[in-house]
């Protein structure tokens, strides 16, 4: 049931991230539901007594954490979903565990690189080249009103570049987590929120000007509310809860299916529609990731 209601939650994140862009920014989007959520994390660490990260290694992490797997995959993805639907947008976070194996290469020594792993990779990423390929339909493009469209750059393949992006954040927060062993799981939770906060609201006052909250629509507010309340803090209390009366194995299971569920709530709310190549480029995602994992090995009879 946990993961049942993990994957609707962050599924339905895409479809809130493209209804609040249309009244705020992409970084003071990322900034809003960041506070938000690291304010409610306060009390509750407070009344659960959820201990604070110590010294300068879990500091370290957290701050990579924070910033790296936090701050930044959510203003890309905010900033890519103006050009994309928000189906695009979580089909794409299906390359999470394609690119995690690929830093595992490098950042973990206990996960050596095998033909198979590498072929699964291979087959994976043909299927990202089939979904950007995709990207010509005019529902991708810019509206023609945008100034930036005028100036004839394909702006839509910046957007599948900035999800690969915030993806790849993802994985070095997976990556990165998973190397932090010593540091408990709420903590390590807690210190992501502590350090994303200043450097979200930083990474928005630098880039963007401050939003008109009195012109905000109310779908655009209930939005940034579900976005912080849901996807940043319930949803990673439960996630922690998930880990710790199942496995990580049972947990990876969201990385199939939030996009597909994200695609779907954007079919069904927002009426978008996807390319069949893309739909195929998705098969051969999870296709590529099912066999660097070795999901398809048959187990033998006793």
């Known amino acids: ?33 960041i506070v938000i959520a690291t304010i409610l994390m306060i009390g ?30 959510f203003a890309l993805i905010g900033w890519a979903s103006q050009f994309v639907p928000s189906g695009i947008a979580g089909l794409m976070m ?50 023609p009103s945008s100034t930036l469209f005028q100036t004839g750059f394909d702006w839509s393949l910046l957007a599948y570049l900035a999800l690969l992006l915030g ?6 927060n997976n990556v990165v987590s998973r190397r932090a062993t010593n540091m408990p799981h709420t903590t390590r939770g807690y210190g992501a929120l502590l350090t994303a906060a200043p450097s979200a609201v930083i990474l928005a006052i630098l880039s963007e000007p401050f939003p008109d909250i009195t012109a905000m629509h109310i779908n655009s507010i209930t939005a940034i509310l579900y976005l912080a309340i849901l996807p940043t803090w319930i949803a990673t209390l439960m996630l922690y809860r998930l880990i710790a009366h199942t496995s990580a194995g049972f947990v990876a299971q969201s990385n199939y299916l939030v996009p597909a569920t994200a695609i779907l709530l954007g079919a069904w709310i927002l009426g978008e529609q996807l390319a069949p190549i893309q739909y195929l480029g998705f098969g051969l995602i999870l296709l590529g990731i099912g066999i660097a994992e070795n999901l398809f090995k048959r187990k033998k009879v006793p």
């Open 94 to 143: 299906a390359t999470n565990p394609m690119l995690v194996l690929l830093l595992a290469i490098v950042a973990l020594p206990d996960e050596p690189p095998t033909k198979r792993r590498i072929g699964g990779l291979v087959i994976g990423f043909l299927g990202v080249a089939m979904v950007i390929a995709a990207r010509a339909d005019p529902q991708f493009s810019l509206p």
């Open 167 to 172: 993806a790849l954040g993802y994985a070095i």
């Open 44 to 73: 509750f660490a407070w009344i659960t007594k959820i201990r604070l990260p110590r010294g300068n290694h879990e500091w370290g992490v957290s701050l990579v954490l924070g910033v790296i797997g936090t701050t930044l995959p």
């Open 1 to 33: 049931m946990l993961l049942f209601a993990l994957v609707i939650i962050w599924g339905a994140s895409f479809v809130a991230i493209k209804v609040a862009i249309t009244d705020i920014t992409p970084a003071w989007l990322a900034a809003s539901r």
